[in-house]
């Protein structure tokens, strides 16, 4: 005969008594607030909810399903899963939902990924930028993103889809941007190269994309060579076609400015180790893409660099050429920079070849052109260098004059240090005008001279051009004479 009384709490152990009277005093709780108001529950007592199986306190125990059943029917609370939820880290529920859905590369990656983070940080140690950033698995937005596009890149793979897979990596990589977070979007861009070698509906349009971003990351590490391999592949898929960027630049002409850039770098390497012809070769190229290109700023450039390759090769008159190609694309540009280095490289050329008149008629037609064309800048450039010619001659009331006129164009431009630069070029000159009219009166050695040199300390003014000291001397001149 089984026992109708309400023993709960006496089992044969005691670790399971404050469970149970826990349970019975919140039922009993919800059971006084559902009497309040007069629902259904209300006529649900504790032990219709407890009632005992058997004599024995260990069936309680078993009965602990029903109890949790009747808890979630009628009694709000949460689920197992969610009471995990809760208690979980955000990336151990992204973990494992990935793994209940059966993502198990992405779960893969994503926790290799985030393995390699707290490694490099451990690896650059306190103090360092990304050990002040939070660690990825404490970035919720990174892991929805990773989450989000890793998942769907193992869909798009699983139903052979390689060109959705490769968009997918795309945008991962495309997540990451800060200067700490690189390495993930290189690690992105390469899963990207290789999942593009498998799409084949495109023309080669990912591919041609994927060279392009390669070629970056190894320009970016220093890797020149590696880097003009993947940009030479990029222009050989982009020749003829039409694709373009989200700027709206075809991707052809994208990889002619790639090749320009990467091939002045490769001839700038040959410079240093005096390898002038092959940087010729290198630079022509670097020529040619620019003219591909279609920009003429980069078109300038490139005629630029290659004048002066031709120069260090010995070949003045052939570098002079294409420096003049040069300027001209400059002045139909108006730009200011550009052709101020480009005089300055006509003026050094001619001046080692001890043609001043030519050099100051170049510069001279430069200071006129940037007057006409109001580029302040090319006016103060062309006429520093135009006092550089004058002083190093030692015709420095001319170089004043020009260092003057640059002092002048330098307001004009509010650009502070630029104008102090100007200012210390006149004072240079006026120094040197001084110094030699300084010298003058001491290799004289006569009274008239130490009556100058002497009015001059008194005053400090332009030596021999104060009319007050003049008339002075002159006066004390004819009063010593006899009469």
């Avoid at 591909?292 to 630029?304: H, L, Q, S, T, V």
């Avoid at 001059?456 to 000291?469: A, F, Q």
Wanted: charged share 25%; aromatic share 10%; proline share 2%.
């Amino acid at each position: 005969m089984k026992n109708t009384s309400f023993t709960p709490f006496l089992t044969d152990g005691n670790c399971c008594k404050p469970v149970y009277k826990a349970l019975y005093n919140a039922i009993e709780e919800q059971a006084t607030e559902c009497g309040n108001c007069k629902c259904q529950t209300s006529s649900v007592s504790k032990l219709e909810v407890l009632k005992p199986l058997e004599d024995d306190g260990i069936h309680l125990i078993k009965d602990k399903d029903g109890i949790d059943d009747y808890l979630a029917k009628n009694i709000k609370g949460l689920s197992k899963q969610e009471a995990a939820a809760n208690r979980n880290s955000y990336k151990k529920n992204i973990c494992i939902d990935m793994l209940r859905q059966g993502y198990h590369e992405s779960f893969s990656e994503l926790f290799t990924l985030i393995q390699k983070w707290n490694a490099l940080r451990e690896a650059a140690g306190p103090g360092s930028a990304i050990w002040q950033q939070k660690s990825l698995e404490e970035q919720p937005d990174k892991l929805d993103q990773l989450y989000h596009f890793l998942t769907r890149a193992e869909a798009a793979q699983r139903a052979g889809h390689y060109e959705e897979v490769y968009d997918n990596q795309l945008n991962l990589a495309y997540c990451f941007n800060d200067p700490e977070e690189k390495w993930l979007r290189n690690y992105f861009y390469e899963q990207c190269f290789n999942t593009a070698q498998l799409v084949k509906i495109d023309g080669g349009k990912r591919e041609a994309q994927a060279h392009a971003n390669m070629g970056l990351i190894h320009e970016e590490q220093g890797h020149v060579m590696k880097a003009a391999e993947h940009y030479e592949a990029f222009y050989q898929l982009t020749v003829g076609s039409t694709w373009k960027d989200v700027t709206g630049h075809t991707y052809n002409s994208l990889a002619c400015e790639h090749l320009w850039r990467i091939y002045t770098l490769l001839a700038d390497k040959m410079l240093e180790n005096k390898e002038h012809q092959q940087a010729i070769k290198t630079l022509i190229k670097a020529l040619k893409m620019a003219k591909e290109g279609g920009d003429m700023k980069m078109e300038g450039e490139a005629a630029y660099c290659l004048s002066l390759a031709y120069s260090f090769a010995g070949e003045q008159q052939t570098a002079l050429s294409i420096l003049n190609t040069s300027v001209k694309t400059f002045t139909a540009l108006c730009d200011s920079a550009g052709l101020g280095r480009a005089y300055a490289a006509i003026a050094k050329f001619l001046v080692s070849q001890e043609k001043v008149s030519e050099t100051i008629e170049y510069l001279g037609e430069f200071m006129k052109a940037a007057e006409n064309a109001h580029l302040s800048q090319s006016l103060v450039d062309a006429c520093v260098l135009l006092g550089n010619i004058y002083s190093e001659r030692g015709k420095y009331n001319e170089a004043f004059e020009y260092f003057s006129r640059a002092s002048e164009a330098a307001k004009t431009l509010n650009n502070l240090p630029l104008v102090d630069e100007t200012k210390t070029y006149c004072g240079i000159a006026k120094a040197h005008k001084l110094v030699v009219a300084f010298n003058g009166h001491i290799e004289a050695e006569d009274p008239v001279s130490l009556k100058y040199l002497l009015a001059w300390k008194e005053n400090r003014s332009d030596m021999c051009t104060d009319p007050l000291t003049v008339a002075e001397l002159d006066k004390e001149t004819s009063a010593s004479k006899p009469l």
